[in-house]
């Protein structure tokens, strides 16, 4: 069967393509989840989006942050090992493609990525994060979020 125009998400003339492509490698451990359980990431997510609704990139957000931050929780918690919920509740997961509307360029990943790490700083103690994996998860993020990069500069910030 060949897909109809209308399936595809809508791609702006000016995308950006990340020279460096998909991220490679493993991922997160998923360890992470036995250790943490659901309602710690839900909380260091809400967390992260108290960061981001203090931050300069607010506007590209929806009103609902509480909502928002959820569905990121969701995401997290499969990566980490626990039941796929992400994909249970909103579908496959094409991140790249679920962020092409929101002009997103190397100066909202750097602040995107600030607001995580101040959310990071006492993990262990505030959500249980493991500390053997934060490194690694920090190093995920960086990857990861380097290939939701989709314009060289926004202009709609
Ligand atoms: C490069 C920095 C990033 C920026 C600026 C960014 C920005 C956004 C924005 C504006 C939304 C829409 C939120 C809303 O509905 O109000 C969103 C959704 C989301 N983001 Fe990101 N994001 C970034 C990186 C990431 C990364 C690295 C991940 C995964 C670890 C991620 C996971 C998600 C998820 C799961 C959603 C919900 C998708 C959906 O609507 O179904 N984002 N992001």
Redesign the pocket.
Known sequence: MTAQPSDQPRIPADVYVPPGGPPQGAGPSREIYQQMGQDAIFRLCADFYAE?EQSE?RP??????P??SK??A???VG?FGGPPL?QQL??P?Q?RA??L??A?DEQ??Q???AC?RRVLQDAESKYNFPAEHLPGFIA??SS??????NRKRATNE
Request: glycine content about 2%.
């Open positions: 981001l990139i590209m957000f929806s009103a609902d942050m909502a928002a569905k990121l969701a995401f997290l990566l992400f909103y579908g997961p991140m679920r962020h509307p929101f997103i909202a990943r602040v995107w990525l995580f995920f993020l990861f979020s380097a290939w939701m990069v």
